[in-house]
T-cell receptor
Framework: KAGVTQTPRYLIKTRGQQVTLSCSPI?????VSWYQQTPGQGLQFLFEYFSETQRNKGNFPGRFSGRQFSNSRSEMNVSTLELGDSALYLC???????????FGQGTRLTVV | AQSVTQPDIHITVSEGASLELRCNYSYGATPYLFWYVQSPGQGLQLLLKYFSGDTLVQGIKGFEAEFKRSQSSFNLRKPSVHWSDAAEYFCAAHPRETGANNLFFGTGTRLTVIP
Protein backbone atom coordinates (compact mmCIF):
# COMPACT_ATOMS: atom_id res chain seq x y z
CA LYS A 1 0.00 0.00 0.00
CA ALA A 2 1.38 3.41 -0.99
CA GLY A 3 2.30 5.75 1.83
CA VAL A 4 1.61 9.44 2.24
CA THR A 5 2.91 11.37 -0.74
CA GLN A 6 3.92 15.00 -0.55
CA THR A 7 4.81 17.13 -3.52
CA PRO A 8 7.03 18.84 -4.27
CA ARG A 9 9.88 17.65 -2.06
CA TYR A 10 11.77 20.92 -2.31
CA LEU A 11 10.74 24.49 -3.05
CA ILE A 12 12.53 27.80 -3.13
CA LYS A 13 10.38 30.91 -3.06
CA THR A 14 10.94 34.61 -2.67
CA ARG A 15 9.57 36.73 0.16
CA GLY A 16 6.09 37.97 -0.62
CA GLN A 17 5.22 35.11 -2.96
CA GLN A 18 2.69 32.45 -2.20
CA VAL A 19 3.10 28.70 -2.30
CA THR A 20 0.88 25.62 -2.47
CA LEU A 21 1.94 22.26 -1.12
CA SER A 22 0.16 19.01 -1.86
CA CYS A 23 -0.46 15.86 0.17
CA SER A 24 -1.99 12.59 -0.98
CA PRO A 25 -2.98 10.43 2.00
CA ILE A 26 -2.89 6.67 2.26
CA UNK A 27 -5.83 5.16 0.44
CA UNK A 28 -8.85 5.03 2.73
CA UNK A 29 -7.52 7.66 5.14
CA UNK A 30 -9.87 10.62 5.39
CA UNK A 31 -8.01 12.63 8.02
CA VAL A 32 -5.09 14.76 6.88
CA SER A 33 -3.02 16.89 9.25
CA TRP A 34 -0.28 19.37 8.50
CA TYR A 35 2.74 20.21 10.65
CA GLN A 36 5.54 22.73 10.39
CA GLN A 37 8.99 21.70 11.55
CA THR A 38 11.71 24.28 12.23
CA PRO A 39 14.91 24.09 14.26
CA GLY A 40 13.70 26.81 16.60
CA GLN A 41 10.07 25.84 17.17
CA GLY A 42 10.18 22.12 16.54
CA LEU A 43 7.10 20.34 15.25
CA GLN A 44 3.97 22.46 15.37
CA PHE A 45 0.46 21.53 14.33
CA LEU A 46 -1.02 23.66 11.56
CA PHE A 47 -4.46 22.19 10.87
CA GLU A 48 -6.39 19.01 10.27
CA TYR A 49 -8.96 18.21 7.63
CA PHE A 50 -11.51 15.45 7.69
CA SER A 51 -14.08 14.87 4.96
CA GLU A 52 -13.26 18.20 3.32
CA THR A 53 -13.82 20.15 6.57
CA GLN A 54 -11.23 21.76 8.77
CA ARG A 55 -11.64 20.04 12.09
CA ASN A 56 -8.87 21.63 14.10
CA LYS A 57 -6.46 24.50 13.70
CA GLY A 58 -3.17 25.39 15.34
CA ASN A 59 -1.89 28.80 16.31
CA PHE A 60 -0.70 30.11 12.97
CA PRO A 61 -1.57 33.36 11.18
CA GLY A 62 -4.26 33.48 8.54
CA ARG A 63 -1.59 33.42 5.81
CA PHE A 64 -1.58 29.67 6.35
CA SER A 65 -4.62 27.96 4.90
CA GLY A 66 -5.59 24.59 3.61
CA ARG A 67 -8.27 22.59 1.96
CA GLN A 68 -9.21 19.00 1.32
CA PHE A 69 -10.77 17.54 -1.76
CA SER A 70 -13.39 14.83 -2.08
CA ASN A 71 -10.68 12.23 -2.74
CA SER A 72 -9.07 13.23 0.60
CA ARG A 73 -6.06 14.84 -1.05
CA SER A 74 -5.12 18.02 0.73
CA GLU A 75 -3.33 21.22 -0.11
CA MET A 76 -1.92 23.88 2.10
CA ASN A 77 -1.24 27.40 0.97
CA VAL A 78 0.98 30.04 2.44
CA SER A 79 0.51 33.57 1.18
CA THR A 80 2.86 36.54 1.47
CA LEU A 81 5.81 34.36 2.38
CA GLU A 82 8.21 35.48 5.08
CA LEU A 83 11.75 34.30 5.72
CA GLY A 84 10.50 32.64 8.90
CA ASP A 85 8.23 30.37 6.89
CA SER A 86 11.27 28.40 5.78
CA ALA A 87 10.65 24.96 7.20
CA LEU A 88 9.92 21.33 6.56
CA TYR A 89 6.19 20.92 6.12
CA LEU A 90 4.91 17.49 7.01
CA CYS A 91 1.61 15.94 6.18
CA UNK A 92 0.12 13.01 8.05
CA UNK A 93 -2.91 10.88 7.35
CA UNK A 94 -5.01 8.79 9.68
CA UNK A 95 -7.78 6.26 9.37
CA UNK A 96 -11.15 7.37 10.69
CA UNK A 97 -11.55 6.55 14.37
CA UNK A 98 -7.84 6.08 14.98
CA UNK A 99 -5.13 8.38 16.26
CA UNK A 100 -2.18 6.69 14.56
CA UNK A 101 -0.70 9.18 12.10
CA UNK A 102 1.36 8.18 9.08
CA PHE A 103 3.70 10.88 7.84
CA GLY A 104 4.92 11.79 4.41
CA GLN A 105 8.52 12.69 3.62
CA GLY A 106 7.74 16.37 3.81
CA THR A 107 8.22 19.41 1.61
CA ARG A 108 11.28 21.51 2.35
CA LEU A 109 10.36 25.15 1.75
CA THR A 110 13.09 27.76 1.60
CA VAL A 111 12.12 31.41 1.47
CA VAL A 112 14.81 33.78 0.22
CA ALA B 1 -0.57 23.75 30.18
CA GLN B 2 -0.50 20.60 28.12
CA SER B 3 3.01 19.69 27.09
CA VAL B 4 5.46 16.99 26.17
CA THR B 5 9.01 17.29 27.44
CA GLN B 6 12.11 15.54 26.22
CA PRO B 7 14.83 16.67 28.60
CA ASP B 8 17.76 15.37 26.56
CA ILE B 9 18.57 17.32 23.41
CA HIS B 10 21.42 15.07 22.34
CA ILE B 11 22.56 11.63 23.47
CA THR B 12 25.64 9.72 22.35
CA VAL B 13 25.92 5.99 22.87
CA SER B 14 28.32 3.31 21.70
CA GLU B 15 27.09 0.70 19.28
CA GLY B 16 25.86 -2.30 21.24
CA ALA B 17 25.14 -0.28 24.36
CA SER B 18 21.66 0.11 25.81
CA LEU B 19 19.61 3.22 25.24
CA GLU B 20 16.94 5.08 27.15
CA LEU B 21 15.32 8.27 25.88
CA ARG B 22 13.20 10.18 28.31
CA CYS B 23 9.76 11.66 27.77
CA ASN B 24 7.44 13.34 30.26
CA TYR B 25 3.95 14.61 29.60
CA SER B 26 1.72 17.09 31.35
CA TYR B 27 -1.97 16.55 30.70
CA GLY B 28 -5.11 16.43 32.80
CA ALA B 29 -5.94 12.95 31.60
CA THR B 30 -3.38 10.49 30.30
CA PRO B 31 -3.10 11.10 26.57
CA TYR B 32 -2.37 8.61 23.86
CA LEU B 33 1.42 8.47 23.61
CA PHE B 34 3.71 7.83 20.68
CA TRP B 35 7.37 7.65 19.76
CA TYR B 36 8.46 8.63 16.27
CA VAL B 37 11.88 8.50 14.61
CA GLN B 38 13.13 10.86 11.93
CA SER B 39 16.19 10.34 9.79
CA PRO B 40 17.79 13.44 8.22
CA GLY B 41 15.61 15.00 5.55
CA GLN B 42 12.89 12.43 6.04
CA GLY B 43 9.43 12.28 7.51
CA LEU B 44 8.46 10.66 10.78
CA GLN B 45 8.15 6.94 11.26
CA LEU B 46 6.04 5.56 14.09
CA LEU B 47 8.04 3.32 16.44
CA LEU B 48 5.34 2.47 18.95
CA LYS B 49 2.20 3.72 20.66
CA TYR B 50 0.47 3.48 24.00
CA PHE B 51 -3.29 3.68 24.31
CA SER B 52 -4.09 1.72 27.46
CA GLY B 53 -3.45 -1.57 29.20
CA ASP B 54 0.01 -3.06 29.46
CA THR B 55 2.52 -0.45 30.52
CA LEU B 56 5.35 -1.97 28.49
CA VAL B 57 4.77 -1.65 24.77
CA GLN B 58 6.82 -3.20 22.03
CA GLY B 59 7.56 -1.44 18.80
CA ILE B 60 9.46 -1.88 15.61
CA LYS B 61 13.23 -2.13 15.21
CA GLY B 62 13.62 -3.65 18.67
CA PHE B 63 12.37 -0.62 20.58
CA GLU B 64 10.12 -0.70 23.60
CA ALA B 65 8.66 1.94 25.87
CA GLU B 66 7.38 1.89 29.41
CA PHE B 67 4.44 3.99 30.54
CA LYS B 68 4.59 5.11 34.16
CA ARG B 69 1.51 7.00 35.28
CA SER B 70 3.01 7.96 38.64
CA GLN B 71 5.90 9.70 36.90
CA SER B 72 3.97 10.95 33.86
CA SER B 73 6.66 9.34 31.76
CA PHE B 74 6.88 7.29 28.61
CA ASN B 75 10.54 6.43 28.15
CA LEU B 76 11.87 4.71 25.06
CA ARG B 77 14.41 1.92 25.41
CA LYS B 78 16.50 -0.39 23.32
CA PRO B 79 18.77 -3.09 24.78
CA SER B 80 21.47 -2.87 22.10
CA VAL B 81 21.84 0.09 19.76
CA HIS B 82 22.85 -0.33 16.13
CA TRP B 83 24.62 2.34 14.07
CA SER B 84 21.49 2.64 11.92
CA ASP B 85 19.54 3.88 14.96
CA ALA B 86 21.27 7.25 14.71
CA ALA B 87 18.43 9.68 14.10
CA GLU B 88 16.17 12.12 15.90
CA TYR B 89 13.49 10.74 18.18
CA PHE B 90 10.26 12.48 19.03
CA CYS B 91 7.79 11.73 21.77
CA ALA B 92 4.24 12.84 21.01
CA ALA B 93 0.90 13.00 22.77
CA HIS B 94 -2.67 13.02 21.53
CA PRO B 95 -5.22 14.26 24.07
CA ARG B 96 -7.98 11.70 24.61
CA GLU B 97 -10.76 14.24 24.90
CA THR B 98 -10.49 15.55 21.37
CA GLY B 99 -11.87 13.85 18.31
CA ALA B 100 -9.48 15.67 16.03
CA ASN B 101 -6.08 14.35 15.08
CA ASN B 102 -3.63 16.77 16.63
CA LEU B 103 -0.31 15.56 17.94
CA PHE B 104 1.76 17.55 20.41
CA PHE B 105 5.45 16.83 20.05
CA GLY B 106 8.41 17.11 22.33
CA THR B 107 11.46 18.97 21.09
CA GLY B 108 13.21 15.78 20.10
CA THR B 109 16.35 13.94 21.13
CA ARG B 110 19.15 13.50 18.63
CA LEU B 111 20.88 10.16 18.96
CA THR B 112 24.47 9.71 17.86
CA VAL B 113 25.91 6.20 17.74
CA ILE B 114 29.68 5.78 17.89
CA PRO B 115 31.41 2.62 16.71
Amino acid sequence: KAGVTQTPRYLIKTRGQQVTLSCSPISGHRSVSWYQQTPGQGLQFLFEYFSETQRNKGNFPGRFSGRQFSNSRSEMNVSTLELGDSALYLCASSLEGTTEAFFGQGTRLTVV
Amino acid sequence: AQSVTQPDIHITVSEGASLELRCNYSYGATPYLFWYVQSPGQGLQLLLKYFSGDTLVQGIKGFEAEFKRSQSSFNLRKPSVHWSDAAEYFCAAHPRETGANNLFFGTGTRLTVIP
